[in-house]
């Protein structure tokens, strides 16, 4: 059973901070990783993607990847409260189907101003 | 931007009934997906399709099935509806290479 674990949170952080969002996965031969971002009441959109070891930024989100250890993370720096939703952390692995991400089930993430 | 568009915000039907969730993608992409969304459970995947007339179950097919006879149509049928499928339900679709779009959702409540 692949897995992908995340704090379910929520996570408060005062406007102007950083916010860091964690995620574990559990197979090994996992490839690609995508964060998403989800308001109350919407659908999921695609915020991230990263497929190598490292940081990737993009303006004030940086995600971070560590197949070592099999973690993937989110920065969001300047939070703001706006930025205040869901972030669905979601893995794709070339073993078995390699069509469908497992998602992980969010952690909530509060900004206060 | 891809558009995935689904039929129906909202949703409410009798138990016992049978329901049709359409979904419309306007990009060609070759893979769609239906997830159903719980408060505690995340998202999980009922089925997708690879191509016209293809489909796999996903994690939790039980009670649901699915249709795909155009590419950018893959409709979920749930047989008779129960209570238990009272959800959020959301169609996704991709490329070869990026993460999903998805559509917008369809709240289904089972009365």
């Known amino acids: 059973q692949k897995e992908v674990e995340q704090n379910s949170g929520p996570l408060s952080v005062p406007e102007g901070a950083i916010a860091s969002l964690n995620c574990t996965y559990s197979?090994?031969?996992?490839?690609?990783f995508f964060w998403y971002r989800q308001y109350s009441g919407k659908s999921p959109e695609l915020i991230m993607s990263?497929?190598?070891?490292g940081d990737k930024e993009d303006g004030r989100f940086t995600a971070q990847l560590n197949k070592a250890s099999q973690y993937v993370s989110l920065l969001i720096r300047d939070s703001q409260p706006s930025d205040s939703a869901t972030y669905l952390c979601?893995?794709?692995?070339?073993?078995?189907?390699?069509?469908?991400?497992?998602f992980g089930s969010g952690t909530q993430l509060t900004v206060l101003p | 931007d891809v558009k995935v568009t689904q039929s129906s915000r909202y949703l409410v039907k009798r138990t016992g009934e049978k329901v049709f969730l359409e979904c419309v993608q306007d990009?060609?992409?070759?893979?769609m997906f239906w997830y159903r969304q719980d408060p505690g459970l995340g998202l999980r995947l009922i089925y997708f399709?690879?191509?016209?007339?293809?489909?796999e179950k996903g994690d939790i097919p039980e009670g649901y099935s699915v249709s795909r006879e155009k590419k950018e149509r893959f409709s979920l049928i749930l047989e008779s509806a129960s209570t238990n499928q009272t959800s959020m339900y959301l169609c996704?679709?991709?490329?070869?290479?990026?993460?999903?779009?998805f559509g917008s959702g369809t709240r289904l409540t089972v009365v």
């Open positions: 979601a893995v794709r692995s070339f073993s078995g189907s390699a069509r469908q991400l497992t």
């Open positions: 197979d090994r031969g996992s490839q690609s």
């Open positions: 990263i497929y190598s070891n």
């Open positions: 990009m060609d992409h070759e893979n």
């Open positions: 996704a679709s991709r490329d070869g290479t990026y993460g999903y779009t």
């Open positions: 399709s690879y191509d016209v007339k293809m489909k």
